[in-house]
Nanobody, 125 residues
Framework: VQLQASGGGVVQAGGSLRLSCAAS????????MGWFRQAPGKEREFVAA????????SYADSVKGRFTISRDNAKNTVYLQMNSLKPEDTAVYYC???????????????????WGQGTLVTVSS
């Protein structure tokens, strides 16, 4: 599976962005998918995850109520809608695929086998 993230950019605090992650391969629809982020000098951290059919999602406490993960299996794409952005959301955002989780998406980056290249989100105050 190859993953290509896009949609990052510069936005003012309080603004919105939508990230997309396009996947290659016919097995995309069976994988759980996740978004992670890494700020300068910090560890990569979990943001959100979604199971194979979109029926189960999970969010980090820091983004709950502001971010929404979704997927379109017909388009082999997973999305991250980010609203009410804060300067502390500034990071490189990575999408990832977990072939081992089907019904319950994992929140640990160790569970994800495939990673995209990352897209930079910068939130100015």
């Amino acid at each position: 599976v190859q993953l290509q993230a896009s949609g990052g950019g510069v936005v003012q605090a309080g603004g919105s962005l939508r990230l997309s992650c396009a996947a290659s391969g016919r097995t995309f629809s069976s994988y759980a998918m996740g978004w992670f982020r890494q700020a300068p000098g910090k560890e990569r951290e979990f943001v959100a995850a979604i199971n194979w059919n979109g029926g189960t999602t999970s969010y980090a406490d820091s983004v709950k109520g502001r971010f929404t993960i979704s997927r379109d299996n017909a388009k082999n794409t997973v999305y991250l809608q980010m609203n009410s952005l804060k300067p502390e959301d500034t990071a490189v955002y990575y999408c990832a695929a977990d072939p081992g989780s089907h019904y319950l998406p994992a929140t640990s980056k160790a569970s994800y086998d495939y990673w995209g290249q990352g897209t930079l989100v910068t939130v100015s105050s």
